[in-house]
């Protein structure tokens, strides 16, 4: 399937973000993927030399001052320039916020066909089927792009094997006529950097809620989280105690994580939340209400108190890992 | 200033929410539809800017054949008129017909400022204010927790993935809120009786402008081929804590090689 064009976010200093190496790894199961990124000339060979390590061979570049002043407009342009200088069928962008509003704007100028939140594609002859999942999980969709391109947003996932490094081959990307775009003021650094895995794509997720009890007590969810080498995810009544960051919010307004493994703490399971968890592949609860709805989609419960059960386990976890 | 809101009837997020095997689309009849909170949301911040600038026009738009109770509710919460667009054309709509089609309205409306929810709790897709902007050609500011609203222009606080961005934009825009700005007013009796007699006009395809019939007619479209309901999960076992839970746990974990 020829030229699969896929959108790499950049840092302002041009590194690749989390979202590229899955995203480079899917292009690649359906054809030949074309990086193609927007950045300011100052990080351009960064960028393209950050790519070739990451294994693609192809990149094209829109080199741009307002690569990260003007929210998504280089982006855009890059995009919509790679399409008239490749042709592909398929566009692959990261499910992001920026990926959002670049697929969004890309489609529309271009009259192209758009699916978002793809878990799954699959090459059948010229078309590609996407797979997506509604209302939390409950039912799977299978779409196709019909009468030319597809631009298709897709889920966070975990990257696989990383490809062998290469030296990428460069196409320049021209200027186009850029749609007027809101501008950025100021940035305050990323989220902290905690070291953990990315919430969206971990294989462990350990999320609390309203049973944590409070900010400090959150620290305990972390450390169960940490001896698993897991993501901290939580409830939205957690986020809005301020127990946790937004960022870290799972549920029909938050994240949306199908893990191997997701350990609920003192989460009663609301129809909201088991919407952005209830596709992991283990689900394990730990509440002091034997009646929570959580206890529905748990494949292991423990009606008890998190703050004996925890501080047990992760010793016992420790143990074995060890 | 003339605010546009964009507002969507959804499955309510309370109940069981079901697509429909044999038609591909939302079971409607399944649920009961209600107005989105992040769409009352989006409401809420063009009538808190009304509220201290008297002669704000708010227009709310809605697409879909059952929409006029949400489009009274929002009237009832103090919306100046609504505009509901409703067409047999439109059934089975993709992103690309929807966006192209509120483009169209909102167009033949005129706007200063279009507010739109970040993601509606059914598709959760989040790419039509992207693609309504686009459409009309102008700045779009989406998933912002704050805005602020003045006369030339919009400010707010955007929480994208990695780092927290101020953006701005010189109006007209369009932005997308997220659930972290404040919760919606409830109507009044009084405000619930004076929708009545608000306008609510009525569009077709025919009314949307030759870009959307352009879209409609030529554009490339996702279709939906196979829709297949997920098994419900089987709860595991649960078990009271004795004293031996932690020990079951692990032994469980360990069973599914997850330790």
Redesign the interface.
């Known amino acids: 399937m020829s030229n699969i064009l896929t959108f790499i976010?950049l840092?302002a200093d041009g590194a690749p973000?989390?979202?590229a190496a899955a995203l480079l790894q899917r292009a690649s199961q359906l054809g030949t993927p074309v990086a193609v990124i927007a950045i300011g000339p100052a990080h351009r060979d960064a960028a393209v030399t950050a790519l070739g390590a990451l294994g693609v061979e192809q990149v094209a570049v829109l080199a741009s001052e307002s690569a990260d002043g003007a929210?998504?407009s280089a982006q855009?342009d890059a995009v919509a320039a790679a399409v008239d200088a490749f042709s592909p069928t398929v566009v692959l962008l990261p499910h992001?916020?920026?990926g959002?509003?670049?697929?969004?704007?890309v489609?529309?100028?271009l009259?192209?066909?758009?699916?978002?939140?793809a878990i799954d594609l699959r090459a059948d002859g010229d078309s590609v089927?996407?797979t997506t999942s509604?209302?939390g999980?409950?039912?799977?969709?299978?779409?196709?792009?019909?009468?030319?391109?597809?631009v298709i947003?897709m889920r966070q996932a975990a990257a696989g094997e990383a490809a062998a490094a290469v030296q990428a081959t460069v196409t320049e990307l021209g200027s186009q006529q850029s749609?007027?775009?809101?501008?950025?003021?100021?940035?305050?650094?990323?989220?902290a950097a905690s070291g953990r895995p990315d919430l969206r794509s971990a294989s462990?997720v350990v999320s609390g809620g309203r049973g944590v009890g409070s900010k400090e007590n959150f620290a305990l969810v972390e450390q169960l989280a940490d001896v698993?080498r897991g993501a901290v995810g939580a409830s939205r009544v957690a986020v809005d105690s301020g127990y946790a960051a937004?960022?870290l919010q799972v549920g029909?307004?938050g994240r949306?994580v199908s893990p191997?493994?997701y350990i609920a703490l003192g989460i009663s399971g609301a129809?909201?939340h088991r919407?952005g968890m209830?596709?992991a592949k283990?689900?394990?609860a730990i509440n002091t209400d034997?009646d929570a709805p959580i206890?529905?989609?748990?494949?292991?419960?423990?009606?008890?108190?998190l703050f004996?059960?925890v501080p047990?386990?992760i010793p016992?976890?420790e143990a074995?890992?060890r | 200033m003339k605010i546009v809101v964009l507002i969507k009837e959804v499955p309510d997020t309370w109940g069981e929410r079901r697509l429909d095997p044999g038609t591909r689309r939302v079971d409607r009849a399944g649920s009961d539809g209600v107005l989105d909170e992040i769409g009352e949301r989006a409401v809420e911040a063009a009538l808190a800017y009304k509220d201290g600038a008297a002669d704000t026009e708010v227009v709310v738009v809605s697409m879909g054949p059952s929409s006029t109770s949400i489009l009274r509710r929002a009237l009832a919460m103090g919306a100046t008129s609504a505009v509901h667009i409703v067409d047999d054309r439109l059934v089975g709509a993709d992103l690309g017909w929807t966006a192209a089609a509120l483009a169209g309205a909102i167009e033949r409306t005129g706007f200063d400022l279009v507010i739109a929810g970040g993601e509606s709790t059914d598709g959760r897709g989040g790419v039509i204010p992207a693609m309504v902007a686009e459409h009309l050609g102008v700045p779009l500011a989406t998933g912002l927790s704050t805005l602020q609203i003045s006369p030339d222009g919009i400010r707010g606080e955007r929480t994208a993935d990695e780092e927290t961005l101020t953006i701005s934009a010189a109006l007209p825009a369009v932005v997308s809120i997220t659930e972290r700005m404040p919760d919606a007013r409830f109507p009044s009796f009084k405000g619930t009786m004076g929708a009545k007699k608000k306008p609510l006009e009525v569009l077709s395809t025919a009314d949307l402008g030759p870009k959307a019939a352009q879209v409609i007619d030529t554009a490339a479209r996702s279709i939906v081929v196979e829709v297949v309901e997920r098994p419900a999960r089987v709860a595991g076992p649960k078990i009271v804590d004795d004293g031996t839970a932690v020990a079951q746990l692990v032994d469980f974990l360990s069973s599914k090689q997850l330790v």
């Open positions: 976010e840092t973000r989390s979202s929210v998504g855009t992001s916020a920026e959002r509003d670049v697929a969004g704007r489609a529309a100028r009259g192209a066909g758009i699916v978002v939140d089927h996407v509604a209302f999980g409950a039912f799977t969709v299978d779409s196709v792009v019909e009468g030319g391109l597809a947003t749609t007027p775009a809101a501008v950025v003021e100021a940035r305050t650094g990323g989220a462990v698993l937004q960022a029909q307004t949306t191997d493994l129809i909201q919407a209830q596709t283990t689900i394990v034997a206890f529905d989609i748990a494949d292991f419960g423990v009606v008890g108190d004996s059960v047990q386990l016992a976890i074995r890992t």
